[in-house]
């Protein structure tokens, strides 16, 4: 099974900006792993925030984007507001979307 | 709006069999691919498996000898059963669509 790699931690300052990245064992991530971000609060459920690399959703606030970068998924936060520190979990599907993995997540903090 | 909920014991004893149901509230399980997630305490989510409504499945290779996900158009549920549970399967187990839709989790620990 492949293994999804993210920065284990990352620290932004208030109205910083900051890419979170998301890579993959069995080499280069492209738009056909279809990269999926969620976000989870302490205590929280987790929530979607990018899909299939670049759409957000409603709720997503617009400092928030999706982006393939180095071979990598990346999500980047232009603008960082101390209500975005949290764990980010990035996901990659293969064969088709018939095995799906998450990422270890990376912890964001505000400082 | 479409929401999820979790229901199921809170507690299983070592050996015996996990099973959860998720129901989808405005009834549009058609369609779509419904998975399960679950989040060790302290520790980073994983992917369990998913379900087309159609019935077909995939599984996280390394649970696939104790999964089922199974489906009810009719309730428009999908469920999980995990057998031969061991302290291991300890985690809050989430629900989801995963484009947009989590449930709130429910957590199930296992323990004599």
């Known amino acids: 099974q492949a293994v999804v790699t993210q920065e284990p931690s990352l620290t932004v300052s208030p109205g910083g900006t900051v890419t979170l990245t998301c890579g993959s064992s069995?080499?280069?991530?492209?738009?056909?792993?279809?990269p999926y971000w969620f976000q989870q609060k302490p205590g929280q459920a987790p929530r979607t925030l990018i899909y299939?690399?670049?759409n957000k959703h409603s709720w997503t606030p617009a400092r928030f984007s999706g982006s393939l970068l180095g071979g990598k998924a990346a999500l980047t936060l232009s603008g960082a507001q101390p209500e975005d520190e949290a764990e980010y979990y990035c996901?990659?599907?293969?064969?088709?979307?018939?095995?799906?993995?998450f990422g270890g997540g990376t912890k964001l903090t505000v400082l | 709006q479409v929401q999820l909920q979790e229901s199921g014991p809170g507690l299983v004893r070592p050996s015996e069999t996990l099973s959860l149901t998720c129901t989808v509230s405005?009834?549009?399980?058609?369609?779509?691919?419904w998975s399960w997630i679950r989040q060790p305490p302290g520790k980073g989510l994983e992917w369990i498996g998913y379900?087309?409504?159609?019935?077909?499945?995939s599984y996280n290779p390394s649970l696939k000898s104790r999964v089922t996900i199974s489906v009810d158009t009719s309730k428009t549920q999908f469920s999980l059963k995990l057998s031969s549970v061991t302290a291991a399967d300890t985690a809050v187990y989430y629900c989801?669509?995963?484009?947009?839709?989590w449930g709130q989790g429910t957590t199930v620990i296992v323990s004599s």
């Open positions: 989801a669509r995963l484009q947009d839709v």
């Open positions: 405005d009834g549009s399980i058609s369609s779509y691919y």
């Open positions: 379900i087309h409504y159609s019935g077909s499945t």
């Open positions: 069995t080499g280069a991530v492209t738009s056909n792993h279809y």
């Open positions: 299939d690399t670049t």
């Open positions: 996901l990659l599907s293969y064969s088709g979307a018939r095995s799906v993995v």
